[in-house]
């Protein structure tokens, strides 16, 4: 593949991003390519040690913040007339309640995700601090001299050790997989975006 090519392919992969942002990108790697063949390298060659350009377009949207790609979606292509600014004013009362409620929603979602997460470590949590007190309470116990008191409160810690065990492994999977799901979900919304704009 040539740098043209290359290049070309990258900037298709990069529409829907600031054009700013754009001709930085290409730049970069334009130079990259061209300090490689300084080095020695022939044209296919620097291009291969680039990467592949769709996948570095992807790291990039994927890098971008959602802001900015929404701000560049929606930034007007050409100044409004008066009727479309009145018409605008006039539809804000629904179209900007119905928006709020929306975000509410996704918003109050993404809440409730994390508030079960956050639940998980809470029951890791205290069945960690029974084990430690469960322990603790079965030195008191046979100190006293209550020693089937004090082997039912080690039992009791031992089980509560386990069950901590168990529920670490949970809560730390389930963590994992929640921000997995949050980063692919932001991904998503900047495809749908970019994509919008590709069509």
């Known amino acids: 593949m040539s740098k043209k090519e290359f290049l070309a392919q990258l900037r298709k992969g990069l529409s829907g991003l600031p054009k700013e942002d754009i001709e930085e990108r290409l730049a970069f790697y334009s130079e990259m390519i061209e300090d490689r063949m300084e080095e020695g390298l022939s044209q296919e060659e620097a291009v291969m040690a680039a990467g592949d350009a769709a996948e570095i377009a992807a790291q990039i949207v994927a890098d971008t913040p959602l802001l900015k790609i929404a701000k560049e979606r929606i ?116 495809d749908r975006f970019i994509g919008r704009e590709e069509a």
């Open 75 to 190: 930034r007007p292509q050409r100044r409004l007339n008066s009727w479309e600014v009145v018409l605008l004013a006039l539809g804000s009362p629904i179209w900007l309640s119905l928006g709020i409620a929306a975000a509410a929603v996704v918003f109050s979602l993404y809440l409730s995700f994390w508030a079960v997460i956050i639940s998980l470590w809470a029951v890791f949590a205290s069945f960690a601090v029974c084990a430690v007190g469960g322990i603790l309470a079965c030195v008191v116990f046979i100190a006293g001299g209550k020693n089937a008191s004090g082997f039912a409160m080690l039992a009791a810690g031992i089980i509560c050790s386990g069950f901590s065990i168990l529920m670490f492994m949970g809560c730390r999977a389930a963590t994992k997989g929640t921000l997995k799901l949050t980063k692919k979900t932001a991904i998503w919304v900047k």
